[in-house]
């Protein structure tokens, strides 16, 4: 069995085309599939429109959560649903084309433990992340204390292994492609080209990208902390050797006041951005000692002819009123 995971916040225009297409590249895979679509707390109609598309089609595994958790909230819902022996992470909007997805089976089939989607290239109309993108990846792989393959989103399969070791993982701050990498088993990589969204408005606002790309910095990597303990060194030094200069020079009280702003400013500045970046650190230590999920899932709802299939048992048309915490392994 084969889970697809797509996280869905207000995606209106797209769901009904999207599940045409997941259906027409997985009806030929020769295995039981179902696509969890995670309704991360949308706005719009989509999760009527998904409720519809679930009444016709009982491949489709509706996650319904509380609120809008945001991307990594979803796709960690979805993880934790998920019953498939591989689950396929994806995004809604067509720029991880289900074209790909049997090659991502294939290469699964073919023994890969977490099958990787590379982009060879991306097709997005915004210039500024088609440049931010690819650099922050290769920021991220220099600076990281563990390698992590550049230019890969969460777009990826894992097999049932992976996935529940994933699970397992208390981590609250998640840069899912980093910790994919991190639990090792056997990688394959599959490329694709990026696609630009098909419909829509980006949902991910330019706030939460940073988050994001602040936790994948501060879960792979303690040189931020480093950098700014050798900077702390170095305007020490600094210091030590202006006022050595300034005792044994014999200029104007002005120049003496004004290097002493100067010296004031500069190590200020090196303080405060050295608290900074303990801060993002300290914060995320809160996060984790908080334990709090990283969403919460109102209602799973399956179609009864899947319940019969895959349990046996009961044969309600969903889960109602439990509270499932997406960290349960
Ligand atoms: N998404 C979500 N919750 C959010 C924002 C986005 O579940 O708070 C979903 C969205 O519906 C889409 C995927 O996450 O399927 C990626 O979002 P988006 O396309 O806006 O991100 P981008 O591709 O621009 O990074
Ligand atoms: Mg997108």
Redesign the pocket.
Same mark, same amino acid.
């Given at each position: 069995m084969i889970s697809v995971v797509?996280?869905?916040?207000?995606?209106e225009e797209l769901v009904v085309r999207f599940h045409e297409a997941v259906t027409n590249a997985l009806e030929n895979i020769g295995s039981e599939w179902e696509v969890v679509y995670?309704n991360?707390g949308s706005t719009d109609s989509s999760l009527e429109l998904l409720k519809q598309m679930q009444s016709l089609d009982s491949h489709v595994v509706i996650v319904e959560l509380s609120r809008?958790?945001?991307?990594m909230g979803?796709i960690s819902a979805g993880l934790a649903t998920a019953s498939g022996d591989a689950v396929i992470l994806m995004?809604?909007?067509f720029?991880d084309p289900p074209e790909v997805l049997p090659q991502l089976i294939e290469a699964w089939r073919g023994g890969g433990e977490i099958v990787v989607a590379v982009r060879t290239s991306r097709q997005e109309q915004s210039k500024v992340?088609r440049t931010l993108f690819p650099l922050f990846y290769r920021v991220l792989a220099t600076i990281a204390d563990y390698p992590i393959p550049l230019d890969a989103?969460i777009f990826s399969l894992l097999d049932r292994r992976a996935v529940d070791t994933i699970n397992a993982m208390g981590e609250k701050n998640r840069y899912l492609p980093g910790l994919r990498a991190w639990v090792g088993y056997r990688n394959s990589v599959v490329y694709y080209e990026r696609q630009d !969204?098909l419909a829509g408005d !980006?949902?991910?606002s330019f706030l939460? !990208?940073i988050k994001y790309a602040m936790d994948a910095v501060t879960s792979f990597s303690y040189k931020p902390l480093r950098f700014t303990f050798a900077l702390g060194s170095f305007s020490g030094c600094m210091a030590f050797v202006l006022v050595i200069s300034m005792l044994l020079s014999k200029s104007s009280m002005t120049t003496v006041g004004l290097g002493i702003a100067a010296t004031v400013f500069f190590v200020g500045g090196l303080m405060l951005v050295s608290m900074g970046v303990l801060g993002e650190y300290l914060g995320r230590v809160y996060d984790e000692v908080r334990s709090r999920p990283l969403s919460i899932i109102n209602n799973v709802h399956r179609s009864s002819a899947m319940l019969i299939t895959q349990a046996g048992n009961d044969m309600g048309q969903e889960e109602p009123e439990k509270i499932f915490r997406t960290e349960a392994a």
């Open positions: 797509v996280p869905i916040y207000n995606e995670v991360d809008n958790w945001g991307h979803a995004d809604g909007d720029q992340l989103g !969204r !980006r949902k991910l939460s !990208r």
